[in-house]
């Protein structure tokens, strides 16, 4: 009987090891703070997202100038709106990547691959659903690339 037991644990280890990996790789994020109550001048609740989001490049990579040009857009949600080129989708993006979550930073101790992305940096301000946005996205590794790709049009309309 006790043969077969540290074979079962034998067994068992590699398993055992591969669910504390796969749990540790959640991570707690960034903390979200909630936002101040925003209200228009007519003291009327003002929208329930107002995001700008400013698209640079990185220097010295080899985008045309005009590929390059940094852009800039505001976003509002609930209802769509702002300059962003089509608001209505990236309002369904946003929902769909998760709301406040998508914004949240990858955990310093997340794996992630080494491969590059493109030169593309995204610095995203304002509120979202009574949560503070103020974050970066770019594409230079595995994790940050998903979570820039998870935004959808949002970033890339």
């Not at 796969?22 to 994020?29: E, F, K, N, Q, S």
């Not at 702002?82 to 769909?96: I, M, R, S, T």
């Not at 995203?124 to 503070?132: K, N, P, Q």
């Amino acid at each position: 009987m006790r043969m077969h037991t540290r074979t079962v644990l034998a067994r068992l280890a590699p398993l055992a090891a591969v669910g504390v990996l796969v749990a540790g790789c959640g991570g707690d994020a960034t903390p979200v703070t909630p936002a101040p109550d925003t209200e228009t001048e007519n003291g009327a609740e003002g929208a329930a997202t107002e995001l700008t989001i400013k698209i640079s490049y990185d220097e010295g990579s080899e985008l045309t100038p005009e590929d390059a040009e940094p852009k800039e857009w505001t976003l509002t949600c609930s209802p769509a709106g702002g300059d962003h080129p089509d608001p209505e989708q990236a309002c369904a993006d946003l929902e769909k990547a998760g709301g406040p979550r998508a914004f949240e930073e990858v955990p310093e101790d997340q794996m992630c691959t080494h491969i590059y992305g493109g030169p593309e940096i995204a610095a995203v301000t304002g509120h979202l659903d009574g949560t503070e946005i103020d974050t970066e996205f770019n594409k230079s590794g595995g994790c940050e690339i998903t979570r820039y790709e998870n935004m959808g049009s949002v970033l890339e309309p």
